[in-house]
């Protein structure tokens, strides 16, 4: 009976390992279409699932042209990573603050509730005032996603640091409380540091969110000429016209940096989700 | 020692306001603004007078909205049974006694990073072209077609499509809501001799119901709020069969001078997303109690 519970399911690993299929093969599909010239685009099974006639770069220099790549993704860059460090440095505090003012003050509940309630705001309603809005304030671009960023995912954030703030016993601050140090000091010297694992959980969180996102770029961004890499491949949808191999290459260009950033940290990412959930 | 404690709040005050303000300004205005705007009769542009509730009453009048709603809740209803059940069964292969776990875990979550608009547009020439392409071949009747092109099928084409990515999301999430169930527990069943069927059932799924609730929310919601696949893969069509909530206000809302009419909607979609997500959750503490 114990050496039965060891055994390797192997009809099990087989079946799964088939099952990628339905992962790998729109993706299979992209890539060779990425790469084919249109000529070679036929109507016939064997025709559309065959590798290209030559493995030729030439569509996605083309498709970097086109839609400004280097541009488009410089952009997607700025906006996620601005909006990753400062959710840290923001929410994080937010989230402190709320999470210890909770204990001692009616206030404090109230406000964690005010702003987690935020969590089921959708974008819709939103969106017609805050296009408005932004125009006015001059927030009408890439500043402006980052502050409203900021502010989509505060509900979240808020929600993970108080949470994780449970694990943090407070003797450490009343320790450095009673050495006389401030608040303020305590907070980035002592707690910012000790949360770590869950700044990563939000970094995560948040770079899937931002990354992907076209709604906001789309809304508040348009007649700035400034394109995210998503929003690129929407912009450029007329530019593609019936050449679905540029348009292709320029999917797969959008495609990769997120792979990329995927394979390098796959494990922390599938804790980050896992934790993020479980925690909300 | 009380000195100390008003510093600590006047800190805590100081970090909170500047944020609360934030909140406020991006968050609570606009949705204030746009309660407003649904009384109006506003464009989007030049002048507007407040016409009451007739907004709302239209709404409950109007062909395309009530086709957009019929959409969206049979995407999301179906979505989630779906999703559910099939990341339900992936990640109990997932956690089982099987070779090379972290690869295939890591490969299942692919769909999950990737943008629903660039996977939208690839599956969108899938649905176009090479599905067809099958069909023709091997005299598959309805595949024969674009299903995108069909009124009646398109829907399913954009089900796939949000399918295919929401089960990444949230077998992950069962992944990590089975390891919390302790082995000892399945010795002892084993033990009873209870088959995996019954192990199931009465065992697995109990403890893993905290995490059924986190999926129903999360997956009913993202559903519901469908955009960036009705974007690539349909623009609503054809003939409007897949307009969803979302794509509507927008479509209608921003270019169509729907503007304080689809803030209307906009209030309506907002109060159907609370109301269902309380209604899941109370259900389901109700079901978690009793277990």
Same mark, same amino acid.
């Given at each position: 009976?114990?050496?039965?519970?060891?055994?390797?399911?192997?009809?099990?690993?087989?079946?799964?390992?088939?099952?990628?299929?339905?992962?790998?093969?729109?993706?299979?599909?992209?890539?060779?279409?990425?790469?084919?010239?249109?000529?070679?685009?036929?109507?016939?099974?064997?025709?559309?699932?065959?590798?290209?006639?030559?493995?030729?770069?030439?569509?996605?220099?083309?498709?970097?042209?086109?839609?400004?790549?280097?541009?488009?993704?410089?952009?997607?860059?700025?906006?996620?990573?601005?909006?990753?460090?400062?959710?840290?440095?923001?929410?994080?505090?937010?989230?402190?603050?709320?999470?210890?003012?909770?204990?001692?003050?009616?206030?404090?509940?109230?406000?964690?509730?005010?702003?987690?309630?935020?969590?089921?705001?959708?974008?819709?309603?939103?969106?017609?005032?805050?296009?408005?809005?932004?125009?006015?304030?001059?927030?009408?671009?890439?500043?402006?996603?980052?502050?409203?960023?900021?502010?989509?995912? !505060?509900?979240?954030?808020?929600?993970?640091?108080?949470?994780?703030?449970?694990?943090?016993?407070?003797?450490?601050?009343?320790?450095?409380?009673?050495?006389?140090?401030?608040?303020?000091?305590?907070?980035?010297?002592?707690?910012?540091? !000790? !949360? !770590?694992?869950?700044?990563?959980?939000?970094?995560?969180? =948040?770079?899937?969110? =931002?990354?992907?996102?076209?709604?906001?770029?789309?809304?508040?961004?348009?007649? =700035?000429?400034?394109?995210?890499?998503?929003?690129?491949?929407?912009?450029?949808?007329?530019?593609?016209?019936?050449?679905?191999?540029?348009?292709?290459?320029?999917?797969?260009?959008?495609?990769?940096?997120?792979?990329?950033?995927?394979?390098?940290?796959?494990?922390?990412?599938?804790?980050?989700?896992?934790?993020?959930?479980?925690?909300? | 020692?009380?000195?100390?404690?008003?510093?600590?709040?006047?800190? *805590?005050?100081?970090?909170?306001?500047?944020?609360?303000?934030?909140? *406020?300004?991006?968050?609570?205005?606009?949705?204030?603004?746009?309660?407003?705007? %649904? *009384?109006?009769?506003?464009?989007?542009?030049?002048?507007? &007078?407040?016409?009451?509730?007739?907004?709302?009453? &239209?709404?409950?009048? &109007?062909?395309?909205?009530?086709?957009?709603?019929?959409?969206?809740?049979?995407?999301?209803?179906?979505?989630?049974?779906?999703?559910?059940?099939? +990341?339900?069964?992936?990640?109990?292969?997932?956690?089982?006694?099987?070779?090379?776990?972290?690869?295939?875990?890591?490969?299942?979550?692919?769909?999950?990073?990737?943008?629903?608009?660039?996977?939208?547009?690839?599956? %969108?020439?899938?649905?176009?072209?090479?599905?067809?392409?099958?069909?023709?071949?091997?005299?598959?009747?309805?595949?024969?077609?674009?299903?995108?092109?069909?009124?009646?099928?398109?829907?399913?084409? /954009?089900?796939?499509?949000?399918?295919?990515?929401?089960?990444?999301?949230?077998?992950?999430?069962?992944?990590?809501? #089975?390891?919390?169930?302790?082995?000892?527990?399945?010795?002892?069943?084993?033990?009873?001799?209870?088959?995996?069927?019954?192990? *199931?059932?009465?065992?697995?799924?109990?403890?893993?119901?905290?995490?059924?609730?986190?999926? #129903?929310?999360? +997956?009913?919601?993202?559903? #519901?709020?469908?955009?960036?696949?009705?974007? +690539?893969?349909?623009?609503?069509?054809?003939?409007? +069969?897949?307009?969803?909530?979302?794509?509507?206000?927008?479509?209608?809302?921003?270019?169509?001078?729907?503007?304080?009419?689809? %803030?209307?909607?906009?209030?309506?979609?907002?109060? /159907?997303?609370?109301?269902?997500?309380?209604?899941?959750?109370?259900?389901?503490?109700?079901?978690?109690?009793? #277990?």
């Amino acid at each position: 009976m114990m050496r039965e519970k060891k055994k390797t399911n192997w009809l099990l690993t087989i079946i799964l390992i088939l099952g990628t299929v339905t992962v790998f093969f729109p993706l299979y599909m992209a890539v060779i279409i990425a790469f084919k010239q249109p000529s070679e685009m036929t109507n016939d099974v064997a025709g559309a699932l065959s590798f290209p006639a030559k493995w030729s770069l030439d569509n996605f220099k083309q498709a970097m042209e086109v839609t400004d790549f280097w541009h488009s993704l410089g952009n997607s860059l700025l906006i996620t990573l601005t909006t990753i460090v400062l959710a840290i440095l923001i929410h994080s505090i937010a989230g402190y603050v709320i999470g210890r003012g909770m204990a001692r003050r009616k206030s404090f509940r109230f406000i964690y509730l005010y702003i987690v309630s935020g969590m089921f705001v959708p974008f819709s309603i939103l969106m017609m005032p805050l296009v408005k809005q932004t125009a006015q304030m001059g927030l009408g671009n890439r500043a402006g996603v980052i502050l409203l960023y900021l502010v989509f995912y !505060m509900p979240m954030n808020v929600l993970l640091y108080t949470g994780y703030l449970k694990n943090i016993p407070l003797a450490l601050e009343e320790a450095a409380d009673i050495d006389g140090a401030s608040t303020w000091k305590t907070y980035w010297k002592i707690v910012f540091p !000790m !949360m !770590m694992p869950m700044h990563a959980t939000v970094a995560i969180l =948040t770079a899937l969110g =931002t990354w992907n996102d076209v709604m906001t770029p789309l809304v508040i961004m348009s007649g =700035t000429g400034q394109n995210t890499l998503p929003l690129a491949q929407l912009s450029f949808q007329t530019q593609f016209g019936t050449n679905y191999n540029l348009a292709f290459a320029s999917y797969i260009l959008a495609l990769i940096p997120i792979l990329i950033f995927y394979i390098i940290c796959q494990k922390q990412i599938l804790n980050g989700v896992a934790n993020g959930a479980v925690k909300g | 020692m009380k000195k100390k404690m008003t510093n600590q709040d006047k800190t *805590f005050w100081a970090v909170i306001i500047p944020v609360l303000i934030l909140f *406020f300004t991006f968050n609570t205005l606009p949705m204030i603004k746009g309660v407003i705007y %649904s *009384f109006t009769n506003y464009r989007g542009y030049g002048f507007y &007078d407040y016409v009451g509730f007739r907004n709302y009453i &239209d709404l409950f009048t &109007d062909a395309r909205v009530g086709k957009s709603y019929l959409f969206t809740f049979k995407y999301a209803l179906a979505g989630t049974i779906l999703v559910n059940v099939l +990341s339900l069964i992936m990640a109990l292969g997932l956690n089982s006694r099987i070779r090379f776990k972290s690869a295939l875990r890591g490969i299942y979550f692919v769909p999950n990073i990737l943008g629903g608009l660039v996977i939208g547009y690839i599956f %969108s020439f899938i649905f176009t072209y090479i599905l067809p392409a099958f069909g023709n071949t091997f005299n598959i009747g309805f595949l024969q077609n674009s299903i995108l092109a069909s009124e009646k099928y398109a829907w399913i084409g /954009v089900l796939i499509v949000g399918v295919w990515q929401a089960v990444a999301m949230n077998t992950i999430i069962y992944i990590s809501g #089975l390891q919390t169930v302790p082995q000892d527990i399945y010795e002892a069943s084993m033990l009873d001799g209870a088959s995996k069927w019954k192990e *199931f059932w009465k065992v697995t799924l109990p403890l893993v119901m905290p995490f059924v609730t986190i999926n #129903l929310v999360l +997956s009913t919601k993202n559903f #519901l709020m469908v955009f960036d696949q009705i974007m +690539s893969l349909t623009k609503g069509g054809p003939a409007q +069969s897949t307009e969803s909530i979302s794509y509507i206000i927008y479509r209608n809302g921003m270019d169509g001078g729907q503007f304080g009419f689809q %803030s209307a909607n906009a209030v309506i979609f907002f109060l /159907v997303i609370v109301a269902i997500s309380v209604f899941q959750m109370t259900v389901m503490n109700k079901k978690e109690e009793q #277990l």
